[in-house]
């Protein structure tokens, strides 16, 4: 896990809110502090599947439409998870030789004070295990998504 500090908030917040750079993730959670406090869970009901996770595209444009505005939001989070189709490939892809199934998720932390945007990440594995490599791994993937994406930020 690594705690990021968002150095371009401006730049962040637009590239979440009105471009594609994070439609590869799923909402888990959200609550946005404005005049109001308005809360959501990322789950959609589907009659053929049960519960899933919404994607971050779906629910961009309402976020969007919440915070828009003359005024700043006073705070908002937003608990972004990969999305499993994105996970699947990035376990594939990191070698490690963990299953998509024994991986609960792999998620972004997003926290906005007022003043500050932080990033923190998380992992979470079905089961207990010392090992720490997908963890840091997960990191190792951030820090790249955010460069890749010219999204400055500094370690906490």
């Known amino acids: 896990m690594i705690a990021l500090q968002i150095l371009d908030i401006k730049n962040f917040t637009s590239q979440l809110f009105l471009q594609e750079t994070f439609d590869g993730f799923c909402l888990e959670e959200a609550e946005f502090q404005t005049r109001y406090t308005i809360s959501m869970d990322g789950y959609l009901t589907v009659p053929e599947n049960g519960r899933q996770y919404a994607g971050w595209d779906i629910v961009r444009p309402l ?45 972004l932390n997003l926290r906005f004070d007022g003043k500050n945007m932080t990033a923190v990440t998380g992992c979470s594995q079905k089961s207990f295990s010392l090992d720490r490599s997908l963890e840091k791994e997960w990191d190792r993937i951030i820090r790249l998504f955010l460069r890749r994406h010219q999204i400055p930020a500094e370690e906490l």
């Open 63 to 107: 976020a969007f439409q919440i915070l828009k505005g003359r005024e700043l939001p006073h705070s908002f989070h937003i608990t972004l998870r990969l999305s499993d189709e994105n996970m699947k490939k990035t376990l594939s892809a990191s070698g490690l030789g963990v299953a998509a199934e024994d991986v609960g998720g792999l998620f």
